[in-house]
Nanobody
C-alpha cells in the first residue's frame, strides 16, 4: 500500500498550486482521504478531508481557499490551493484510512504519503 503526493513548489502569495496524491496497492474507494501539513517546528495539522461519497471538511485556516476532490476510478485525491499565503508554507502530506467520518487527527490515519513541499513567498 502506497500513497505518493506531488505538485508542491514555490509560489508567490496569492498564487495557486494543485497537489495530487496517487494511491496504490489496494482500492481506496471506501477510505477517508485527508491532507495534512507540517511547518518547521510545528505539529502536523489537518487541512482537508474527503469521504468516500464526496463529503468534505476543511480546517478554518483554508476554508474558502482550498478545495479537496477525489477520482475513485483512478485512486487519486487532489488539493487545489488558491489565494496562497506565506503561512501556508509547509510540507503537505496525503493520508488515508477507513472511517465512518472524516478524522482530523494524524493518529487516525494509517497510510501516509511521503510529503511534498509547498513554499509561499511574500
Amino acid at each position: 500500500v502506497q500513497l505518493q503526493a506531488c505538485g508542491g513548489g514555490l509560489v508567490q502569495a496569492g498564487g495557486s498550486l494543485r497537489l495530487s496524491c496517487a494511491a496504490s496497492g489496494r482500492t481506496f474507494i471506501r477510505d477517508i482521504m485527508g491532507w495534512f501539513r507540517q511547518a518547521p517546528g510545528k505539529e502536523r495539522e489537518f487541512v482537508a478531508g474527503i469521504s468516500w461519497n464526496g463529503g468534505k471538511y476543511y480546517s478554518d485556516s483554508v476554508k474558502g481557499r482550498f478545495t479537496i476532490s477525489r477520482d475513485n476510478a483512478k485512486n487519486l485525491v487532489y488539493l487545489q490551493m488558491n489565494s496562497l499565503k506565506p503561512e501556508d508554507t509547509a510540507v503537505y502530506y496525503c493520508a488515508a484510512d477507513r472511517h465512518l467520518t472524516i478524522a482530523t487527527t494524524p493518529g487516525a490515519y494509517g497510510y501516509w504519503g511521503q510529503g511534498t513541499q509547498v513554499t509561499v513567498s511574500s
